[in-house]
């Protein structure tokens, strides 16, 4: 049995933990810094496969490595597991989860025989969290020479091309009178925002094509006949790169000084996270894992409109910046369905769902030994 079918078969062997393992963290969602269920279970299934596994790695409780083999090109690929507010696993981390997991069983037998030193890494927090950026600062990617994962969408796309993009939680602080009786006396935090969304409405007009800037408000005030002391938001502004972001953020940053200057509220601004890179593929790597995927009947839309989903930001990119990396996305047959709407989430466990983490799973775990085989590509991401 040659190595490929080695990782197939090793995968089909574990589809029903890999598959339980998507549905079990579907049906617990959790967000942001809590996926404490999640890691669990992620760690437990390397562990069964014969992983060296560490939970709660770079002082992170829910972040995690577990590491097999011992040869020169070390791969990592990443977990994601966190969910949305609301929405649950509206982006199919669940999956993400899974098919890294999945990549797991196929390379566990295989990894020294290839040549391969291979991490999983449980990445918390990529909802706004930033947390790939947090592991990045302690180290947890130190050592390796690419990174991988595979993300759910729509269709099938290879190459990643997701916008940078900050994130920013907002507050106004104004005096709090009686609406009717005292309106005078009371400074109106729900105004200042007001004045801010308003001025981002006309800045669209003056900005890049490239450029996205959204959010919501998430306290508007208490009651109706209070004037509303303090209101709270999240904003998020995206650009083609970061150096696009850092011209672009100070203009929509004054939008809500305005809004502060007009109503005389008090104005805070905290960056939830450090901002999201643009991603940079290695179309290297890229190129193998586009083979390993046709081979198993996947077929990219990358021009497709309803490929959009490619252009997402992600903490991955991060990543890309600092070594070689890929984020293909895998479709599930869901349109009209799309990434962050409840009928997406749905459609995360359906049959096509669970095929496409195998699919994927497979693909990553002969990506890596792939790469391993080609004498070339391993001098070129070793050096």
Same mark, same amino acid.
């Given at each position: 049995?040659?190595?490929?079918?080695?990782?197939?078969?090793?995968?089909?062997? +574990?589809?029903?933990?890999?598959?339980?393992?998507?549905?079990?963290?579907?049906?617990?969602?959790?967000?942001?810094?809590?996926?404490?269920?999640?890691s669990?279970?992620?760690?437990?299934?390397?562990?069964?496969? %014969?992983?060296?596994? =560490?939970?709660?790695?770079?002082?992170?409780?829910?972040?995690?490595r577990?590491?097999?083999?011992?040869g020169?090109?070390?791969?990592?690929? @990443? /977990?994601?597991?966190?969910?949305?507010?609301?929405?649950?696993?509206? @982006?199919?981390?669940?999956?993400?989860?899974?098919?890294?997991?999945?990549? /797991?069983a196929?390379?566990?037998?295989?990894?020294?025989?290839?040549?391969?030193?291979?991490?999983?890494?449980?990445?918390? $927090?990529?909802?706004? !969290?930033?947390?790939?950026?947090? *592991?990045?600062?302690? %180290?947890?990617?130190?050592?390796?020479?690419?990174?991988?994962?595979v993300?759910?969408?729509?269709?099938?796309?290879?190459?990643?091309?997701?916008? /940078?993009?900050?994130?920013?939680?907002?507050?106004?602080?104004?005096?709090?009178?009686?609406?009717?009786?005292?309106?005078?006396?009371?400074?109106? +935090?729900?105004?200042?925002?007001? #004045?801010?969304?308003? $001025?981002? !409405?006309l800045?669209?007009?003056? *900005?890049?094509?490239?450029?996205?800037?959204?959010?919501?408000?998430?306290?508007?005030?208490?009651?109706?006949?209070?004037?509303?002391?303090?209101?709270?938001?999240?904003?998020?502004?995206?650009?083609?790169n970061?150096?696009?972001?850092?011209?672009?953020?100070?203009?929509?940053?004054?939008?809500?000084?305005?809004? +502060?200057?007009?109503?005389? @509220?008090?104005?805070e601004?905290?960056?939830?996270?450090?901002? &999201?890179?643009?991603?940079?593929?290695?179309?290297? #790597?890229?190129? +193998? &894992?586009?083979?390993?995927?046709?081979?198993?009947?996947?077929?990219?839309?990358?021009?497709?409109?309803?490929s959009?989903?490619?252009?997402?930001?992600?903490?991955?990119?991060?990543?890309?910046?600092? *070594?070689?990396?890929?984020?293909?996305?895998?479709?599930?047959?869901?349109?009209?369905? #799309?990434?962050? =709407?409840?009928?997406?989430?749905?459609? @995360?466990?359906?049959?096509?769902?669970?095929?496409?983490?195998?699919?994927?799973?497979?693909?990553? $775990?002969?990506?890596?030994?792939?790469?391993?085989?080609d004498?070339? *590509?391993?001098?070129?991401?070793?050096?």
């Amino acid at each position: 049995m040659n190595i490929h079918d080695a990782i197939d078969s090793a995968v089909s062997s +574990a589809e029903s933990e890999v598959v339980g393992l998507s549905h079990r963290v579907h049906a617990h969602p959790e967000l942001a810094w809590e996926e404490e269920r999640s890691s669990q279970w992620v760690a437990a299934a390397l562990d069964d496969l %014969g992983y060296d596994v =560490q939970h709660g790695i770079c002082g992170l409780p829910t972040a995690l490595r577990g590491r097999i083999g011992s040869g020169p090109l070390h791969i990592g690929i @990443c /977990a994601e597991y966190d969910a949305l507010p609301e929405l649950g696993h509206a @982006c199919g981390h669940n999956m993400i989860a899974a098919s890294a997991v999945g990549a /797991a069983a196929g390379l566990a037998r295989v990894a020294d025989d290839a040549g391969l030193t291979v991490s999983i890494v449980g990445t918390p $927090a990529e909802e706004g !969290g930033g947390g790939k950026i947090t *592991l990045l600062e302690r %180290g947890a990617f130190n050592g390796l020479h690419a990174a991988m994962m595979v993300h759910p969408g729509p269709v099938d796309v290879a190459e990643a091309a997701p916008f /940078a993009v900050s994130h920013s939680a907002i507050r106004y602080r104004g005096k709090a009178a009686h609406a009717a009786a005292y309106p005078e006396h009371g400074v109106n +935090a729900a105004d200042a925002f007001t #004045v801010a969304q308003v $001025a981002i !409405g006309l800045l669209r007009q003056h *900005l890049p094509n490239t450029t996205r800037v959204h959010g919501v408000q998430t306290r508007g005030g208490e009651a109706p006949n209070a004037i509303p002391e303090t209101t709270e938001g999240r904003w998020y502004v995206r650009a083609n790169n970061l150096d696009e972001l850092a011209e672009v953020e100070p203009r929509v940053l004054r939008c809500f000084e305005a809004g +502060a200057h007009a109503t005389g @509220c008090e104005l805070e601004i905290e960056a939830e996270s450090a901002p &999201y890179s643009e991603f940079h593929n290695d179309l290297d #790597v890229l190129a +193998a &894992y586009r083979r390993n995927a046709e081979a198993r009947g996947r077929r990219f839309s990358d021009e497709d409109a309803s490929s959009r989903m490619n252009t997402a930001s992600t903490d991955m990119g991060n990543v890309s910046r600092v *070594l070689p990396a890929i984020h293909p996305y895998i479709g599930i047959d869901s349109l009209p369905a #799309v990434n962050h =709407q409840k009928e997406f989430a749905a459609h @995360c466990i359906t049959p096509a769902a669970d095929r496409a983490v195998l699919d994927a799973a497979t693909a990553m $775990a002969q990506t890596a030994v792939d790469v391993a085989a080609d004498p070339a *590509l391993v001098e070129r991401l070793t050096l």
